[in-house]
Structures are given as C-alpha cells and as structure tokens.
C-alpha cells in the first residue's frame, strides 16, 4: 500500500539553528500539507501546497517557515532559526483529489534544545 | 482555535460493546467531516467520513452520525475490538484547499 514517508523520524537541534524535515508523498498525489502537534496540544494546519505554490497558510506559518518541492518527490518543511516552542511533532499529508481524505506520514519529532 | 471540540479526552470499553466518541463544531460553514485514528508512533490514518448533506455514514463496524442543527457528531464502533484501542481525532474539512481542523483527539481503550 502506498504511503507517505517522513526523514528523520526523530531531530535535535539547537535553538537558532536551521533545520530541514523531509517528505515523501505519495506519488501522484497533487496537494500536500504540513500539520504539527506541540505535545498536548492539538494538531494544527501550517500549509498547503500545490501546483507548486503554497496555496493556504495558518498564522503559524511566518517567515521563518518555508516549504518546497525541489524534485518532484520530495516535500520539504524548513525552519530558519528554530526557536524552543517549534518543538513540536511535525506531519506531512497529502491527498489525490480534493475531496478525498489525505494520507498522513509517521510524523518526524523536532526537539529544540 | 476551539473549531471542533473533543470533551471527553479518553473512553474505556469492553470488548463486544460499543464505543461512543463525540464531538462538537462551531462552525456552521463546515461541511465535512472525518474520523481519523492513530496508533502510537504511527501517523493518523483515515477511518470514515461524512457529508453535511447525510445525516449517517456507515462502514462495517464503524458508524458516523451528523446532528446539523446541534453542531454535533459521534462515531459508533460496534463491537468494539482491543485494536481499536487508539487515539481517534475528529476532523473538519475547513476550506475547498483541504485544510483540516483536529479536534484533542479522544484515547479509546478496548479491554478485554
């Protein structure tokens, strides 16, 4: 069965620091997301993407955050200078259609220290 | 962001009985919604959805019922089984971009 894959599962980075969390779609997926959930907290929307824009940002999603599709498969979240509270668990989706639902990956664990 | 509401944190059932996971929305332009579970160190995966224009969804064990008019939706597994024992998430699909809103999610433990 399909899925979508997350690197690495688990990061530790120092506060200030830049890090990059990789994605693996699905493969003819057209609309991918990026989701993360502070530890218990809930799981929040940060982006959408497709056609090779963003098409949809939460007010989390500030300038320190910036995705892309440098590939054609791989889906990547980046954040400039990581700060204490970006500690979070980080999901990618991503979905066929519109109206279909979205396939989650395992989720990468971002600890900033 | 109090969108859709999930008030009872964790459920304990037996197995064979039913399971009764509620949740509220307050926003009345939400038009669909999805039950998604999670297992621990897995990403949440989809379980059955429901359009605002039914008010019932059903699929094998599991059932989505929709009140419109309270805002309010549950999820019936019957009979439970100890591999539904996950986090179950309700969802609303908020925009014609797919971007969902979670509710806390509701721990549901099936016990033998």
């Known amino acids: 069965e399909p899925e979508v894959t997350q690197t690495p599962s688990h990061q530790v980075t120092q506060m200030g620091q830049e890090v990059i969390l990789h994605c693996v779609p699905i493969s003819n997926h057209l609309y991918f997301y990026w989701y993360r959930q502070i530890l218990g907290q809930k799981v929040e929307f940060l982006v959408s993407?497709?056609?090779?824009?963003?098409?949809?940002k939460s007010e989390i999603f500030d300038d320190q955050f910036s995705v892309e599709r440098p590939d054609g498969s791989n889906f990547t979240l980046k954040i400039r200078s990581t700060k204490l509270e970006d500690s979070a668990m980080y999901f990618c989706?991503?979905?066929?259609?519109?109206?279909?639902?979205?396939?989650f990956g395992q989720g990468t664990r971002l600890t900033v220290v | 962001d109090q969108q859709v509401k999930q008030n009872s944190p964790s459920l304990s059932v037996q197995e064979g009985r039913i399971s009764i996971l509620n949740c509220d929305y307050t926003?009345?332009?939400?038009?669909?919604f999805l039950w998604y579970k999670k297992y621990p160190a897995e990403g949440p995966t989809f379980l059955i959805s429901i359009s605002s224009i039914k008010d019932k969804n059903e699929d094998g064990r599991f059932t989505v019922f929709l009140n419109k008019s309270a805002k309010h939706l549950s999820l019936h597994i019957v009979p439970s089984q100890p591999g539904d024992s996950a986090v179950y998430f309700c969802i609303s699909r908020g925009s014609t971009l797919g971007r969902l809103y979670f509710g806390r999610g509701t721990q549901l433990t099936v016990w033998p």
């Open positions: 926003n009345s332009m939400f038009d669909y």
């Open positions: 993407f497709y056609n090779n824009e963003i098409s949809e």
């Open positions: 989706a991503s979905k066929g259609q519109l109206n279909t639902e979205a396939f």
